[in-house]
């Protein structure tokens, strides 16, 4: 009688235990909130970006997925969190060309093809190149011929910022010299240009399109390697003259390395059949972000392209890294 009231015990807690466990394998995943860390404050495009998924991974998987903006050193500090998380799933973050450019400057703790688990594309921003609308510049061969002609100068919302690193590249395949005068954001750096403060801008779409629209800015390019539905009649910079020329604010969804490749395939597969949805390509397209489909392997090849086009910019001569 003992022996079975032992063995009756012993069967009992074995399934108590083996319940939670079981219900937080890979293939009920996931079974709680899902935290979704953005690097950048809220109201920005990343951070609206995030919300959209998050809401829609909620109503596709059945589990709250909450955004967490966890700011400070242009998005490192959320890569950092990302990469210390337990890889279990619930961590998850939305990550930018950033990554690529930080890893290129070597000014990482992490390495991210060590410390990170691709999950899938999500979309692209262009930038523009713009100035003021009395400028003589009209084309990108204009914008050339006048830094070869005259010391021009060109703004940022700060340091290492996509618009920064698409005027470096922009220098180093043109072969010209170019001033780089960062500003504390981008508004600071739009009004620069409107006050003949800088010459040009390679604004972001989303901020520069109301300027475009007023009449302010003359838009000259785009940086992407195909045109903006936006501004279909602006050629790209590679069309303009630099061949071969693509920069993109590139937006992505990763974990820690690690996490169950059956929770990164769950995801990828969510996420790629939000992206299809016609809610999502309305909400993207009044973000002027392109959708990306692809999953882990497409994540993986976009870094690894970013990660060595930005390492040949910041080893050319001429680039300084506080300028």
Not at 221 to 237: F, K
Request: aromatic share 8%.
């Amino acid at each position: 009688m003992r022996l079975f009231i032992a063995a009756a015990f012993a069967w009992l807690c074995a399934g108590s235990i083996a319940t939670p466990v079981q219900a937080q394998s890979p293939q009920s995943y996931p079974t709680k909130p899902v935290t979704l860390l953005v690097g950048f404050g809220a109201g920005g495009g990343t951070d609206l970006l995030a919300r959209h998924y998050a809401k829609r991974l909620a109503d596709k998987l059945g589990q709250s997925f909450v955004v967490e903006n966890k700011t400070g050193a242009g998005g490192a500090i959320a890569v950092q969190a990302t990469a210390n998380a337990r890889a279990d799933g619930y961590t998850l973050m939305i990550g930018t060309t950033g990554i690529a450019v930080d890893t290129a400057l070597g000014k990482t703790a992490y390495e991210w093809d060590r410390d990170l688990a691709p999950i899938a594309m999500l979309g692209y921003a262009s930038n523009v190149l713009v100035v003021a609308q009395g400028s003589p510049v009209r084309t990108v061969s204009d914008l050339i011929a006048e830094a070869r002609r005259r010391h021009v100068t060109f703004g940022s919302p700060g340091v290492t910022s996509s618009m920064h690193m698409t005027g470096e590249l922009f220098k180093q395949m043109a072969g010209v010299q170019m001033t780089h005068v960062p500003y504390r954001g981008a508004p600071p750096a739009e009004q620069a240009v409107l006050a003949g403060d800088v010459d040009v801008l390679f604004d972001n779409m989303a901020g520069a399109m109301a300027f475009i629209e007023a009449g302010k800015f003359r838009p000259i390019a785009v940086s992407s390697a195909t045109r903006n539905a936006d501004l279909p009649d602006v050629p790209t910079i590679s069309e303009a003259g630099l061949k071969g020329f693509e920069t993109t604010g590139t937006f992505f969804l990763m974990a820690p390395a690690g996490t169950p490749p059956q929770v990164i395939g769950k995801l990828a597969g969510a996420v790629g059949e939000i992206t299809e949805e016609a809610e999502t390509r309305a909400f993207l397209r009044r973000l002027h972000i392109v959708p990306l489909a692809g999953g882990p392997q497409a994540v993986s090849a976009f870094m690894q392209a970013e990660v060595a086009k930005w390492k040949q910019v910041v080893t050319a001569k001429g680039f300084e890294l506080g300028k």
